[in-house]
């Protein structure tokens, strides 16, 4: 291991949680450590030391109010920060731009606390985040960032990553069988008469599917079959027990069902999480509850997921994860493009925008999720584009020993998604 000594500026030193929270990023991927008697010395502040790695600081002090529930973005102040070159991205090869602010900013989700600009659900959309993708890629800054702080001060060119390349492959169950209530497919297939003109034996085929379709062993067992063929693992993420019109009752009409399927995943060696639904992002009480719920139905402890509809609280979200003793959450995510939400390809602690202290729980970017790519929602591309954009982010992976995730829904029958999977699993799993 590589040691350090941290150097800050006074005014800086209010902030220190803020920049342990990054270098303890940089540190656990390159194998770096800080120490009070080492030789070689980082110092972030406007002016550098003799003989140190100087970072210059530009998200802080002004960038970031501190108040009596934690820190707040100085949104006004944090956009004219954001050009490449002497402020918070790179430009070039060296580091000139502030790295260890960088890694704050999109590690922590600083800049989506209580912003005024959300999405018809309540999300934080992409065309706020103050680092915009390009050609609907949005790139791992943070990855970048950390590369570039240990190469200055391994003095290697190329340090290697401690952590190494995998594929994660995961499925959110929104419904269990082919219906989330069993009066839904009548009401879809007479709609589909009354009022999309369709014709009877359309509406047959509706109906076929959904109560004889053969869910929800089909579709898992289908999974699973295509995850063993590619020497991957598959993670079923379930939802609890609620009857929000938002989400699927399951858990509370269909215990049997369930408990058949859960096992069968686990006899087969997968993995099951938790989905929480759709307003568990800032309610703990409800959040436990439906965990709860679902663990007494099924009869398995969960440790891992991703929240329903990606709903997410910076300020609220990771702290009930944590306190919930969960490892791992797959939440953050945009929908509308492919790419990295927390600024890197590699699971990472998150942190208490309130409490201002990291948090034992970790979270992953999941970039490439098969409603975002086809259907027409967010967008609707030919299978050759988006399989360039899912190898664009499995690429990135590799280069930094990154985990490439992937969500596949269950329920979705379309041959197109499953050819599609079977060719970009089958790109991510060959030696690169």
Sequence with gaps: MTPYRLTLDPPLEA????????????????????????????HYGATATAGSVHIRPVLLPDGIRIAGDGIHPRLDAIACLCPPGKGLL???NDLDYDAIGLIFLLLSRLEERVHPALDRYERFPITAALLQPEAGRLYP?????????????????SPAPQTRYQVKFTHDVDRLKGYHRPFDPLRASAGDILRRGAGLAQSLA???????????FWCARRMM?????????????????????????YVLSMRSTLRRLIGEIKARGHVCGYHPGFMTARNPAEWQRQRCGLEEAAGIEVREGRQHV??????????????????????????EVVGFRTGTCRPARAFDLVARTTLPLRQISTPVME??????KYRDLDDDTAAADANWARDLCRTYGGTYTLLFHTSLREPRLWNWFDRVLRDAVQPG
């Design 225 to 249: 079959d295509l995850s063993e063929r590619h020497g991957i693992v598959s993670h079923f993420y379930f939802m609890g027990p609620s009857k929000h019109p938002m989400d699927s009752p």
């Design 141 to 157: 800054w943070a990855d970048r960032a950390a590369h570039d702080i240990a190469a200055a001060l391994t003095g290697t060119r």
């Design 15 to 42: 902030f220190r949680p803020e920049v342990e929270h990054a270098l303890q990023f940089v540190d656990d991927c390159y194998g770096l450590v800080r120490t009070s008697d080492a030789a070689t010395t980082l």
């Design 371 to 376: 409603f975002g790519l086809f259907g027409g």
């Design 90 to 92: 790179p430009d070039g």
């Design 310 to 335: 990606l709903r997410y609280d910076a300020a609220v979200t990771p702290r009930i994860w944590s306190d919930a003793g969960m490892e791992l959450d797959c939440t953050p995510a945009y929908p």
């Design 206 to 216: 509706r109906l076929k599917t959904a109560y004889l379709g053969g869910e929800p």
